[in-house]
Nanobody
Framework: QVRLVESGGGLVQAGGSLRLSCVPS????????MGWYRQAPGKQRELVAT???????NYADSVKGRFTISRDNAKNTVYLQMNSLSPEDTAVYYC?????????????WGQGTQVTVSS
């Protein structure tokens, strides 16, 4: 029932920018850490950035200084501002959210949004 929905992907030229959004659908709930992963064709899915409920952020070295992750806790929404994009950033970007409850740890994923960077 609960799922994450990404939006904001598209086709951009090298040096351009995109802003991805991830919003929950279904029941109202809160998350601990939220983040973004990406997967290029034929490649393993990799971590892009994470943000804790308190605002602590971690970035992959490949995107540090170019991407900014942020969140709106009231909406359980996470964003990814991507600047200075290069063809190396071309991938499907997936939203991820973690929730810890008495019943255990739950991880949610979005359907993915395609980001294509041309040169």
């Amino acid at each position: 029932q609960v799922r994450l929905v990404e939006s904001g992907g598209g086709l951009v030229q090298a040096g351009g920018s995109l802003r991805l959004s991830c919003v929950p659908s279904g029941s109202i709930f809160s998350f601990n850490t939220m983040g973004w992963y990406r997967q290029a064709p034929g490649k393993q899915r990799e971590l892009v950035a994470t943000i804790s409920v308190g605002g602590g952020r971690n970035y992959a070295d490949s995107v540090k200084g170019r991407f900014t992750i942020s969140r709106d806790n009231a909406k359980n929404t996470v964003y990814l501002q991507m600047n200075s994009l290069s063809p190396e950033d071309t991938a499907v970007y997936y939203c991820n959210a973690e929730q810890i409850r008495l019943t255990g740890k739950y991880t949610y994923w979005g359907q993915g949004t395609q980001v294509t960077v041309s040169s």
